[in-house]
């Protein structure tokens, strides 16, 4: 059964970086697409970015050329590199792994906010 814990997140002031990590286990993490997804209050869930296991990567238009998602096949972790923060990025970030086009397991979360 995979399982994923996320870490990294926290309080930063705008145009600050942070640095979000998956820790990936229960599985062969390579064969999985993995991704960022994000949930402010009162709004759904969406998605920020995507790897697949061929190290593609898409981003949602609102964070192109200010995150960057990777992933480290040897030690079963995603990243989330996240730079020139901005309030309305303030959410609680789930990393996920996806197989066949659909997602088979969630972290638990992990709280952004973005505040001077």
């Known amino acids: 059964q995979v399982q994923l814990v996320e870490s990294g997140g926290g309080l930063v002031q705008p145009g600050g970086s942070l640095r979000l990590s998956c820790a990936f286990s229960?599985?062969?993490?390579?064969?999985?697409?993995m991704g960022w997804y994000r949930q402010a209050p009162g709004k759904q869930r969406d998605m920020v970015a995507r790897i697949t296991s061929g190290r593609s990567t898409n981003y949602a238009d609102s964070v192109k050329g200010r995150f960057t998602i990777s992933r480290d096949n040897v030690n079963n972790t995603v990243y989330l590199q996240m730079n020139s923060l901005k309030p309305e990025d303030t959410a609680v970030y789930y990393c996920?792994?996806?197989?066949?086009?659909?997602?088979?397991?969630w972290g638990q979360g992990t709280q952004v906010t973005v505040s001077s």
């Open positions: 229960g599985s062969i993490f390579s064969i999985y697409h």
């Open positions: 996920s792994a996806a197989r066949y086009n659909t997602v088979q397991a």
